[in-house]
């Protein structure tokens, strides 16, 4: 994969790979978002620039190789496209489905609050986008009006999804931190940095966002900072007297700064206000791009190792440590107990004494015939089903892991899809594999955390 440099074309604009660039559309923190033109399609795309220093000075070239992977196969009506990745020596080119319409906040400033109806048309579309995205894993963690721009025909896109995560930073304490703006959209247990569910606090941030398109102003705000926050984590707020009490009373459910007890997407779709003229969106999901895309996952890592962004990969399979083990076996023996829970567990293990390169080969060659294509990636494997299910193609990763010469462990587990799904395959998968896992005399498999208890008493 070539390196792109941006240059100078004949007739002076610049260019990065076939995209020439235009005017600059919006400026972050840490990007600067222009306006592009392909000219061999002449197709209009946004172009986000960011600095390679930022992704390396946050640690977060991981998560943004994962996420990119799976933004790339996430396509929904409401959500601003990722097309491909690009980087030059210092900069990473995101190619973005272009939208003409502005920030939709820019809208509520210039013309005031929305009427109930089209606030909940945007309500609608905005949980159904974020839904989507929570069903394959992704979590925005920084909703807020920036982030929400119209097309042409006045449909609500969310951007940033996927990409959220170079808008914070890690502390020295190890936990991500909110740089950028107001904390004003911010769940309370984020602001305590107490470890959060992103899904839980993606509904909150939509609950302030609907507060505010039918109000026309922000339900929490004040100039002092602790004041602020004390009024988040009261979800201190009055309605304006034109909200009806079915809006107000889903805006309640969802503003309970109890994530626990703060209103699930499931039970905002069922709500009643929510439902009214609700037309689910049209969702293509093209199994031929879905699989193209999904090889171009791998393309965007081998760009991002083609300009050193690469974490040093070993040869051989990562090999775990005493501690590695103690944990594992711990969370087997108490799947044991949680029994029920055991049959949806979207985590599975198993030991074998074969060679790693066989372990491999044997897996790759029991998935096609299941309708997987199977990408390698050394000692670690996708597996990408070919038919849409439930929550979009079915996808696992596999590794394999040297525990001591000659034996291994092999982790297999769901990258994104629906939960039965790939416990429908997770059975048909492990009968093919039958033949390479380490079995005792009696024909059992030998619990892994049997082994595992071994090794530490000896390696400890
Ligand atoms: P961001 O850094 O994502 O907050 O983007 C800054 C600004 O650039 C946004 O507020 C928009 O005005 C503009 N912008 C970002 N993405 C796009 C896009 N895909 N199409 C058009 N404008 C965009």
Known sequence: MPRFEAERSDNL??????????????????AKVKYARNVETGQSVAIKVIDKDTVFKHKLVHQIKTEISTMKLV???????????????SKIYFVLEYVAGGE?????????????????RYFQQLIHAVDFCHSRGIYHRDLKPENLLLDSRGNLKISDFGLSALAEQRGEDGLFHTTCGTPNYVAPEVIVHKGYDGARADVWSCGVILFVLMAGY?????SNLMHLYRKIHRAELKYPPWF????????????????????????ILKDSWFTINF?????????????????EVFNVSKELIAVGMDDKRPQGPAQWNAFDLISLSNKLSLSKVLGKIQGLRKQAHFTSRYPASEIITKMEETAKPLGFRVLRDNYKMRLQGSEAGRKGHLSVAAEVFEVAPSLFVVEVQKACGDTLEYQKFYQKFSKGLEDIVWKSE????????MHSIKFCISHV
């Open 104 to 120: 939709l906040f820019d809208k509520i400033a210039r013309k005031g609050r929305l009427k109930e109806e089209r606030a909940r």
């Open 218 to 222: 922000l339900p929490f705000d004040d």
């Open 244 to 267: 009806s009490l079915e809006a107000c009373k889903l805006i309640s459910r969802i503003l309970n700064p109890n994530p626990r007890l703060r209103a699930t997407i499931p039970e």
């Open 75 to 89: 396509k929904h009506p409401n959500v601003i496209q990722l097309y491909e990745v690009m980087a030059s020596k």
């Open 442 to 449: 009696s024909g059992a498999d030998i619990p892994f955390h």
């Open 13 to 30: 604009r610049t260019r990065v790979g076939k995209y020439e660039l235009g005017r600059v559309l919006g400026e972050g923190t840490f």
């Open 279 to 295: 037309a689910t969106p049209n969702i293509k999901e093209d199994i031929d791009v879905g699989l193209n895309e999904a090889t």
